[in-house]
């Protein structure tokens, strides 16, 4: 007689062999399953968690590096499923697989199982990992199952206590994730020194009426806004993510009055709002499909969202808009076609993911800091970067000195080389000096480092 539980887990064992056949060297299928007794997998009440709990885990692998393709999931005789491939050395992924299982709020309850190219399985065991523990009593597990010692009674409670447990709405583990990235970089930020004509933790630079208090104030303050600003994207049902532009501006407005509050009316991060917004929705929108993070398809998600805006948004200046005076940077569009920081995110933040990211990871490589890696970063971007800050204060020989001194600065080794620090705090005197602050290049190093930290370096 048939037992339709055995046959699922069969047909599942043979799509897992049968999609492993077909994957190139380097690449592993991933069989998600929930760790619960028969009776609790298949009643339906855990359906939810468990797909949420699967979208969890497809986005902890791509942000670790390893990127996951043909994520899949259903509930079959057996209970909930999920199927994907990952790339990646099988050892590494399967370490990065119990990273979620043991790190993840929830991630007890999820299994993942590794079968790699060549129909090999990698377990805990041949990695030298302990065993999994009892949901219940935290022993060995196998020791409980092999004992029958709880009841399906005892387990439903103690799940039932841990979904209790505040953790986010099921499958929504991406967006606390990309929230919290975007904390760290925008906190990053603002204690990497010396930033030449910028606030750090030893110097105003060229700022009068702030501190690196004031910025702390400010990055508290906006803590809470990213993660909003990434469910937004995670929950978007739209074809066209353009249509998702509307309800972050109403987010951004409110950002900004909070910046504003707790800074007494100082503006430390209002282009910050806008592209670390944009990108934390675009990586929300991303997670929310399955699709495997990187720099390049977040920037590009993000272009996406803001496409048309500089041509809108420009597109009835005169003198003055609305009857208010105009911004540096509207005023920079009309004289010269200047876009800032409108048209970097509608190009797909070319200065960051062309520019200041692989000057980020370069100096990294070569065993920097991340303080001063990040200071290489900025410097970098400072190059290439079209800064209405700089213009409106400099004009276009603002733009010249911070450019010239920033290429010197890189050529003498930058923060790898005692010549190149000395030339960066020398910058710092000659900015502050000429007024010159390089607001738009510090934002964009807050973005890369964003990217940094969100997409780590494959190899």
């Not at 939810?48 to 497809?58: I, K, P, S, T, Y």
């Not at 509930?75 to 994907?84: I, S, Y």
């Amino acid at each position: 007689m048939n037992n339709p539980v055995l046959d699922a887990r069969e047909d599942r064992w043979n799509r897992r062999r049968a999609m492993a056949a077909t994957l190139p060297a380097g690449w592993s299928v991933l069989s998600f399953t929930l760790r619960l007794p028969a009776p609790l997998r298949l009643g339906g009440d855990f359906d939810r968690d468990a797909e949420g709990l699967f979208r969890d885990l497809v986005f902890h692998l791509g942000s670790r590096g390893f990127p996951v393709e043909s994520p899949s999931f259903a509930v079959r005789a057996d209970g909930p499923e999920g199927l994907c491939a990952v790339r990646g050395d099988g050892e590494a992924v399967k370490r990065a697989v119990v990273e979620f299982e043991e790190g993840h709020p929830r991630g007890c309850l999820a299994d993942g199982d590794l079968m790699d190219s060549l129909r090999g399985e990698t377990g805990r065991k041949s990695l030298g990992l302990p065993p999994r523990r009892c949901l219940v009593c935290g022993r060995p597990a196998a020791e409980c199952v092999a004992g029958r010692t709880h009841g399906t009674g005892e387990v439903r409670a103690s799940v039932d206590r841990l979904l209790s447990v505040p953790g986010g709405v099921p499958g929504e583990g991406p967006v606390s994730a990309i929230g919290e990235t975007a904390r760290k970089a925008v906190l990053f930020e603002t204690v990497a020194f010396p930033k030449p004509g910028l606030v750090d933790p030893l110097s105003r630079g060229a700022h009068g009426d702030m501190d690196c208090f004031t910025f702390l104030a400010s990055s508290a303050a906006l803590a809470p806004v990213w993660e909003r600003f990434a469910r937004l994207g995670f929950r978007f049902g739209g074809d066209d993510p353009a249509g998702l532009l509307p309800s972050l501006r109403e987010e951004g407005i409110r950002a900004e009055r909070m910046m504003f509050s707790a800074t007494g009316g100082i503006n430390t991060h209002k282009g910050l709002i806008f592209s670390l917004g944009i990108l934390c929705a675009s990586a929300g929108m991303i997670a929310s499909e399955g699709i495997p993070l990187s720099p390049e398809v977040c920037a590009s998600r993000g272009a996406a969202i803001v496409r048309g805006i500089t041509g809108r948004d420009f597109a009835s200046l005169k003198g003055t808009a609305d009857g208010r005076p105009l911004t540096a940077g509207e005023r920079f569009y009309l004289s010269d076609g200047v876009t800032g920081i409108r048209g970097e995110a509608e190009r797909g933040f070319p200065s960051v993911t062309g520019t200041g990211l692989p000057s980020l990871r370069s100096s990294l490589a070569k065993g920097l800091s991340l303080n001063d890696a990040m200071v290489d970063g900025l410097l970098a971007l400072m190059t290439v970067v079209e800064d209405t800050n700089i213009l409106s204060r400099g004009g276009r020989e603002g733009e010249r000195i911070v450019r010239e001194n920033a290429v010197y600065a890189l050529e003498l080794g930058g923060m790898g080389s005692k010549e190149g620090k000395e030339a960066v705090r020398e910058m710092n005197g000659l900015f502050t000096r000429c007024n010159l602050s390089p607001g738009g290049s510090a934002d964009l190093l807050a973005v890369t480092v964003f990217l940094h930290l969100l997409t780590p370096a494959s190899g």
